[in-house]
């Protein structure tokens, strides 16, 4: 049973967010390969800044 949604509910608004966020773990797939890969050539600086820039993107989506 999938029941009834609120009035306020906004079904386009709620897609776009999904969409959003689907993006957004992209990203984070992405950026934790470069820091793999900056690790490996032992490139702590740059693997630091991706690590700041995946934490920042995760905490975007687990927003409301």
Not at 9 to 28: G, R, T, V
């Amino acid at each position: 049973h999938v029941g009834r949604t609120p009035k306020s509910f906004d079904k386009e608004q709620y897609s776009a967010k999904m969409e959003s966020n689907l993006d957004i773990k992209d990203q984070i797939k992405r950026l934790e390969s470069k820091m793999k890969k900056a690790i490996k050539v032992e490139n702590y600086e740059i693997a630091g800044i991706l690590k700041d820039k995946i934490q920042e993107l995760k905490t975007k989506i687990q927003e409301p």
